[in-house]
């Protein structure tokens, strides 16, 4: 195989799409992000994207079928503008694989006549988080204003270690390139997959770009998470080992 391999699966007419891209990252946001508007919208897979920098292993489908680890671009009608959507479940595992995979696709989004492009993903707090603000970072001044006005803030040299892996990459990559790049980061505890973070970056997405979709399954998905944070405070909450209460119990 080559160190790129990209099999298309079908040539869609757009009209002047915006790339989107949400592989796996912190708390899984831009992933659940892409995957429900792949999901929700109608979509098309475009191509899969094959790297002998992906991880060496397949995934095995219901039907025992195997199929080997890759991205997917998929073509997708919002109503709104037209998407390429890049997701999947891996990244690169290594340094120089983040650039052949983020400029194969950076190629991709080229080839189809897009100008704009978001690298979706989360930014860690550290702890449980109540209100998931959207931190943005663009690879031009300008853009800066609109994305304001959709809810996106802006801090000073945060998040603090930068951004890593394929959403850096295509906004550093893509800015190079003359595409008009941001990357929209829901705030997250770093510690759980969080569809609530999910939602606030597809707030903003959709209010970037002009669509609205369901979103009742990323609701059913945070429902779930919140009865997983609301253990982990009881048990926070909870008496520790040896206090006070448990010695009643010893001798």
Same mark, same amino acid.
């Given at each position: 195989?080559?160190?790129?391999?990209?099999?298309?699966?079908?040539?869609?007419?757009?009209?002047?799409?915006?790339?989107?891209?949400?592989?796996?990252?912190?708390?899984?946001?831009?992933?659940?992000?892409a995957e429900h508007v792949v999901e929700e919208a109608d979509s098309e897979l475009v191509a899969r994207v094959h790297s002998e920098h992906f991880p060496p292993q397949v995934t095995v489908g219901d039907d025992s079928v195997a199929e080997l680890a890759n991205a997917e671009i998929h073509a997708v009608d919002t109503a709104g503008r037209d998407l390429l959507v890049l997701t999947g479940n891996h990244q690169a595992q290594d340094n120089v694989g983040h650039y052949r995979v983020t400029e194969a696709v950076?190629?991709?989004?080229?080839?189809?006549?897009?100008? @704009?492009?978001?690298?979706?993903?989360?930014?860690?707090?550290? @702890?449980?988080?109540?209100?998931?603000?959207?931190?943005?970072?663009?690879?031009?001044?300008?853009?800066?204003?609109?994305?304001?006005?959709?809810?996106?803030?802006?801090?000073?040299?945060?998040?603090?270690?930068?951004?890593?892996?394929?959403?850096?990459?295509?906004l550093g990559l893509g800015g190079r390139r003359g595409f008009d790049a941001a990357c929209l980061m829901g705030e997250t505890s770093g510690y759980l997959v969080d569809p609530k973070a999910a939602k606030a970056v597809l707030a903003v997405l959709e209010e970037m770009l002009g669509f609205d979709l369901d979103e009742e399954?990323?609701?059913? *998905?945070?429902?779930?998470?919140?009865?997983?944070?609301? *253990?982990? *405070?009881?048990?926070?909450?909870?008496?520790?080992?040896?206090? @006070? @209460?448990?010695?009643?119990?010893?001798?």
């Open positions: 195989m080559d160190e790129i391999d990209i099999a298309w699966e079908s040539e869609p007419e757009l009209d002047d799409p915006v790339f989107v891209e949400g592989l796996p990252g912190v708390g899984h946001v831009g992933k659940l992000v950076l190629d991709v989004a080229e080839e189809f006549g897009a100008s @704009e492009l978001y690298a979706l993903g989360g930014v860690p707090t550290g @702890e449980l988080v109540e209100e998931h603000d959207v931190i943005g970072a663009v690879s031009d001044e300008d853009l800066k204003e609109r994305l304001e006005d959709a809810g996106v803030e802006f801090r000073s040299e945060e998040p603090a270690g930068g951004i890593v892996g394929s959403s850096g990459l295509l399954a990323l609701d059913d *998905r945070a429902d779930e998470m919140e009865e997983v944070v609301s *253990r982990l *405070r009881e048990m926070e909450d909870g008496p520790s080992p040896g206090g @006070e @209460e448990d010695l009643r119990y010893i001798g």
